[in-house]
C-alpha cells in the first residue's frame, strides 16, 4: 500500500509583494486582529481590498493558500468597515479547527508584527529597506539585517507517576490551571531552561526531558517547545508574582485546562493517553 501525503493547503514562502497578480488573496491585520467577512472568513480578494483605500503600513508576500498567492496588508490602524468586523487571533484559534488555516494566520500575525516594529534601523535610527527574495529587512547605512524575532520558550509537563504539576499564573483566566513555560534565556540549552524555569516557578528538581512537539505562538512571537519531564525532589514553593497556585493533580481528577488549541493541553493530554489509555491527541 503506498502512502499518499496529501500536501498541505498552506505552504509559506517569500513572495514579492510587488508581483502579485489579480488571483491574490489578502490578509488583513493590526494589532493580532484580523479583518473579517460576514461568513467568517479573513481571506479578501486584492481587487476588492485595494477599493477599499486602507491605512496601509507594510505589505507582506506569505506563501500560498491552496495554490493561490497570499499577501499580508498590515494596517496603521484599525478602521471600521461597513459589513466587515475585525476578530482576534486568539478567538479565531480558538474555534478554528482548520489547523492548515490557523497556521497561516499565525504566520502572519508574526510577520506583521515583525514588520511594524522593525521599521527603523535600531543601530543608527534611519528607516530600514525590504530585502528582495528572503524576509528581512536591512539599513542601507550599516548594513545591519533584521529577520522575524523569534523566542525560543520551554513548555514543560510535571509528571510524577499518576499525578502532573500544574500552576496558575496571573495572565490565566480564573480557574485554569495549565503547564509550566519560560523563555530560554542567552546562553541557555533547552534542558538548562526547563530545569532553571521550573525550579523559579515551582521550586522543585526535575529530569529526564522528553521532547514531545513544539506550536507557533505569535503572542507576539514565542516558539514554544513542549516537552514530559519527571519530578526528582523538592517541595512546592511559588516564585511570587510569576506564579499564584501550583499543586499535584491525580490524572483522574484534572482542573479546568487550556483550550485544545493549546501545546499545553496537548502534552497534558498526552500524558493521559500514555498512563490512562485514552485517545492519544492530533
Ligand atoms: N501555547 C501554550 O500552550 C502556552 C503558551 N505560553 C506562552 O509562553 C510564553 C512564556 O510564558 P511565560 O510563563 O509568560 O514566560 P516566563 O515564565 O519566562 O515569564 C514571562 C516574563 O518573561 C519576560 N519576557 C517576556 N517576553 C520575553 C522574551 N521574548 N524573552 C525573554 N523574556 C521575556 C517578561 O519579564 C515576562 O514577564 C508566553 O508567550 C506565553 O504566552 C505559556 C503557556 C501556555
Ligand atoms: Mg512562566
Ligand atoms: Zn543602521
Not at 539585517?145 to 499518576?162: E, H, K
Request: aromatic share 8%.
Amino acid at each position: 500500500m503506498t502512502l499518499v501525503f496529501s500536501s498541505p493547503p498552506w505552504r509559506a514562502q517569500w513572495l514579492d509583494p510587488l508581483q502579485l497578480g489579480s488571483e491574490t488573496q489578502v490578509l488583513v491585520h493590526y494589532r493580532q486582529s484580523f479583518l473579517t467577512g460576514s461568513e467568517g472568513g479573513q481571506l479578501f480578494p486584492l481587487t476588492e481590498v485595494d477599493a477599499l483605500d486602507l491605512p496601509l503600513s507594510t505589505k507582506q508576500g506569505l506563501g500560498m493558500w491552496e495554490g493561490l498567492p497570499i499577501v499580508l496588508y498590515e494596517l496603521s490602524e484599525a478602521p471600521s468597515i461597513a459589513g466587515l468586523n475585525w476578530l482576534g487571533l486568539r478567538q479565531i484559534m480558538s474555534s478554528q479547527l482548520d489547523t492548515s488555516y490557523v497556521e497561516m494566520l499565525c504566520m502572519a500575525a508574526q510577520v506583521g508584527t515583525w514588520a511594524t516594529q522593525h521599521r527603523f534601523c535600531s543601530h543608527c535610527g534611519i528607516p530600514l529597506l525590504a530585502v528582495t527574495g528572503e524576509r528581512a529587512m536591512a539599513c542601507p547605512q550599516c548594513h545591519n539585517r533584521y529577520y522575524p524575532r523569534i523566542s525560543p520558550c520551554m513548555i514543560a509537563l510535571v509528571t510524577r507517576g499518576d499525578e502532573v504539576l500544574l500552576a496558575r499564573s496571573p495572565r490565566h483566566a480564573p480557574g485554569v490551571f495549565s503547564t509550566l513555560a519560560g523563555f530560554v534565556e542567552p546562553g541557555e540549552t533547552i534542558e538548562q531552561c526547563i530545569a532553571r524555569e521550573v525550579l523559579e516557578e515551582v521550586g522543585v528538581q526535575v529530569t529526564q526531558p522528553r521532547y514531545i512537539t513544539s506550536q507557533s505562538w505569535p503572542f507576539p512571537h514565542s516558539l514554544m517547545l513542549g516537552f514530559h519531564v519527571q519530578y526528582l525532589h523538592g517541595e512546592i514553593r511559588l516564585q511570587p508574582e510569576e506564579i499564584e497556585e501550583a499543586r499535584w493533580f491525580p490524572l483522574n481528577a484534572l482542573p479546568n485546562l487550556p483550550g485544545p488549541h493549546t501545546i499545553a493541553r496537548h502534552l497534558i493530554d498526552c500524558y493521559l493517553a500514555e498512563r490512562l489509555g485514552t485517545t492519544h491527541p492530533m
